[in-house]
């Protein structure tokens, strides 16, 4: 288990993995949510976040053919609500649970993707019963299935958790993709969501501008998250999980971006404290 209020960061694992680690290794972040690498091989991933001295606090799925381009594209491809390739990726996330058990990571999480707004859509029903054989099987594990949040509203999100039912469904929640979804002020969703909030994603973004297209990702503190307001909140109503940085870009500046966002969130802690 991780200090309280640990600091994180997303890390994708290809190629060398004592490589991958050592942007962590090196900013002194104790812990990471990974993308595991294709091999899955749990032995080199474990020894080399231990190398490093990081922690793995989740293992992220994400499927082949996921297409993030704008809102209807990602909503026809993206999780495990598009019926055409729900069996495919089923079987992904059994092989990604087997991995979170051998590298003994207690959380698996994902874009689940656009559940119905309407509990009357035929398509409602299938899903809450895949997410309870999803979650029954990861508890023989004692392990914590993890929604990203985002690409519905915090009212139906929270339906559908309460419609699924099973204690080990918990959220990792994001407060810029409710912004980058157009979906939901960050702040009123953290209220209604808290109950069920197992992990957060520090992220910041800025709302769309043009229907049917997805805001822009910021550094951490640049977009309209509020993160003064959301990060003094979220402690406020007691949370002590991680606090797990999230910049989708690539190259040196996500790194000296993660860094700003690692200053501030320290900063939060201790004047929060
Ligand atoms: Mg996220």
Known sequence: MPAPLSIGTTL??????DAAFAPLRELQIPTAQIFPPASLDAEATRA????AGVEITSIIAHFSGENYADIPTVERTVGLVPEMTRPER????????AFARAVGVRQLQTHIG?????????R????????QEICDDLAQDACVFALETGQETAATLLRFLKDVKRPNLLLNFDPANMILYGHDEPTHALELLYPYIQSIHAKDGIWPTEPNQLGSETPLGEGDVNWPQFGARLLELGYK?????EREIGGPQKWVDVAKAKTWL?????NNQ
Request: aromatic share 4%; glycine share 6%.
């Open 114 to 122: 656009f559940v119905p707004e309407d509990a009357n859509d035929p």
């Open 266 to 270: 320290e900063e939060l802690v201790s």
């Open 48 to 51: 080399a976040a231990e190398k």
């Open 12 to 17: 994708g694992l290809s190629g060398d993995l």
């Open 90 to 97: 089923l079987a992904h996330l059994m092989e990604l649970a």
């Open 124 to 131: 409602y029903v299938p899903v809450v019963q895949m997410t």
């Open 241 to 245: 999980g991680t606090l797990t940085i």
